[in-house]
């Protein structure tokens, strides 16, 4: 049990339990590592299944959940199973000795079996519940107040094209565009409307980073700078919304955001039992 509120009186307290079962496997086939020209294919493959529940319980709020005049409980319960298949490639080409490019793919179909279930309870006097096997044994329903049931597949590329330029066997100049994904979904965190249970898009990255890694001094100073720019497209985000009465939160595609910035970081190796890292 949790106490959410971290107040002395039971404002908000959380059962909560959880438990996933995974299984997953990678295939790979590799080129020698010699060569000017080296590649890397392969392939992977997951299933997870996960069981949650979760049950809210408030003794001071009377109606918190749905406004009636009882102390309530909600109680969320959600299974959930993905499966998801991937293909890969990544290739290295070296242009010249100091000179190399990288060329890589992915392409991914990702399926998502969701069932979540909401429902308010009343409790009565505090300390009225028990909670028996992931099971709450309340006063009284009050009513579902969340039913959803859906699967949905999404199918998605991304890739990676960079360049890396040595100057020196310890100073390497770097840049790179990346295209990455991530797949769509549903709101774990449903609790109180179905107003919260959209289904969200894919989220895209266009990413471009360029900077220099480097060794000095005999490799006692480790120095790197990178600039990036990050374009997200149906960025997934929380959103706090008014419903009603109650206050929700929806799990929603924002369109177009951007991130801009600079990033620094160092290690310096003072001495044989001294090391100071800072960013």
Do not use: C, M
């Given at each position: 049990r949790e106490d959410i509120d971290h107040l002395p009186a039971p404002f908000l307290n959380n059962d909560w339990r959880s438990e996933s079962h995974q299984l997953s496997q990678e295939i790979r086939l590799n080129s020698p590592a010699s060569g000017r020209f080296r590649w890397?294919?392969?392939?992977?493959?997951?299933?997870?299944?996960?069981?949650?529940?979760?049950?809210?319980?408030?003794?001071?709020?009377?109606?918190?959940?749905?406004?009636?005049?009882?102390?309530?409980?909600?109680i969320q319960r959600i299974r959930q199973t993905t499966t998801s298949y991937a293909g890969f490639a990544q290739a290295y080409f070296d242009i010249t000795d100091r000179l190399t490019?990288?060329?890589?793919?992915?392409?991914?179909?990702?399926?998502?079996?969701?069932?979540?279930?909401?429902?308010?309870?009343?409790?009565?006097?505090?300390?009225?519940?028990?909670?028996?096997?992931?099971?709450?044994?309340?006063?009284?329903?009050?009513?579902?107040?969340?039913?959803?049931?859906?699967?949905?597949?999404?199918?998605?590329?991304?890739?990676?094209?960079a360049l890396d330029y040595k100057i020196t066997p310890d100073i390497m100049l770097f840049g790179s565009v990346s295209l990455g994904t991530k797949a769509g979904g549903f709101n774990g965190g449903a609790l109180l409307s179905?107003?919260?249970?959209?289904?969200?898009?894919?989220?895209?990255?266009?990413?471009?980073?360029?900077?220099?890694?480097?060794?000095?001094?005999?490799?006692?100073?480790?120095?790197?700078?990178?600039?990036?720019?990050?374009?997200?497209?149906d960025q997934?985000?929380?959103?706090?919304?008014s419903a009603g009465n109650i206050v929700t939160s929806n799990l929603e595609n924002a369109g177009r955001s951007r991130v801009k910035g600079i990033d620094l970081d160092a290690t310096v190796h003072a001495g044989d039992r001294l090391t100071i890292k800072g960013s």
């Open positions: 890397t294919l392969g392939a992977f493959a997951i299933r997870e299944k996960l069981d949650s529940f979760n049950a809210y319980a408030s003794y001071v709020f009377p109606g918190l959940f749905t406004g009636s005049a009882d102390n309530e409980a909600a490019l990288t060329l890589g793919g992915r392409y991914t179909y990702e399926k998502k079996d969701f069932l979540l279930t909401s429902d308010a309870f009343g409790l009565g006097a505090a300390g009225a519940d028990t909670v028996i096997d992931r099971h709450y044994v309340p006063a009284a329903s009050l009513g579902r107040l969340i039913l959803q049931d859906v699967s949905k597949g999404w199918r998605s590329g991304s890739g990676r094209i179905p107003t919260e249970t959209a289904v969200v898009d894919p989220e895209k990255l266009l990413a471009y980073e360029a900077g220099i890694k480097s060794d000095l001094f005999d490799r006692r100073l480790r120095l790197n700078l990178s600039v990036f720019d990050y374009e997200y497209r997934q985000v929380f959103v706090l919304r």
